[in-house]
């Protein structure tokens, strides 16, 4: 594989970590490869520390491609509670309020998601990485400080409802970029004057790229450490390594790069 030149790594994100964990223990797999102390790696997409799935990882010259696989269509499970609230809209912090549940019926919840489908205008959520004043919302959020966001136009293609029960619904929402699943729980439940929150998340496809398509991180790593490398015509003969590197590598967490 020519790393320097650019691949694609398309891995599935684990539960609890972050965007940044993800990247970082595939650059660290590919610094002990090459046996280099810097190499350009990115992915394609943020997703919460607490969903998981499809995450594209792309190397060297391919990060150039970054801005064209994010503004691929996104597809989502999400398991959504109804009857409750929290003020991250997920359960990164703890139900603030709760509400009835017994008037809510399949009919009812059909027709909500049938209102989100199309163009539609979203809030962020207040514990996102969107920018107020230059900072990060979610630093501000998280000090218990008033946050406002403005609605953004997004398109969510389809809402299609799995499994249904007063208390809990699990939906498959194809999407625009920008999406915020979170806050699409948050606004169903409001819909359905039930109040809601995300209790989980899968990415299943981004673009072309299905979860079928995607390496656990322990096996992308394994990858990299494994494979035959190649190089472009002009990188520098002596930062070619001379033997594949195998050994030594981390395959049970973030490593340290």
């Known amino acids: ?8 790594i398309c891995i599935d994100k684990p539960y609890g970590w972050t965007s940044f964990d993800a990247v970082k223990r595939v650059r660290g797999a590919l610094l002990r490869r090459l046996r280099v102390k810097k190499f350009k790696v990115g992915h394609a997409g ?8 499809v995450m594209i990882v792309c190397t060297g010259r391919a990060t150039k491609r970054i801005e064209e696989l994010q503004a691929g269509v996104k597809e989502y499970v999400a398991d959504i509670a ?25 009919e009812a919840v059909d027709e909500v998601l049938h209102r989100f489908t199309g163009r539609i205008e979203q809030v962020p ?18 000090k218990g400080r008033e946050v406002e966001l403005k609605p953004k136009v997004l398109v969510i293609d389809e809402i299609e409802l799995l499994e249904y029960s007063q ?8 999407c625009s970029k ?24 899968r990415r299943t496809r981004v673009g072309n790229v299905t979860i079928d398509d995607c390496l656990p991180v322990d096996r992308a790593a394994r990858l990299i450490a494994e494979v035959p490398l190649e190089f472009p015509p002009d990188y520098p003969p002596e930062l ?3 033997d594949p590197v195998t050994e030594n590598n981390n395959l049970h967490g973030p490593a340290e790069a």
């Open 240 to 242: 070619i390594p001379a």
């Open 167 to 174: 208390s809990a619904i699990r939906i498959r929402v194809v």
């Open 125 to 142: 959520p207040a514990f996102s990485a969107c920018k107020i004043d230059g900072r990060r919302a979610y630093h501000l959020a998280r």
């Open 46 to 53: 943020t997703l919460d520390p607490l969903a998981t799935g």
């Open 178 to 201: 920008g999406t915020y699943i979170r806050a699409l729980a948050r606004d169903i439940g409001q819909a359905l004057g039930s109040g809601g929150h995300l209790t989980a998340l």
């Open 1 to 8: 594989m020519n790393f320097v030149d650019g691949e694609i």
């Open 82 to 106: 109804l009857g409750a609230t929290t003020p991250s809209f997920d359960l990164e912090t703890e139900i603030d309020a709760t509400y009835p549940t017994d008037h809510i019926t399949r």
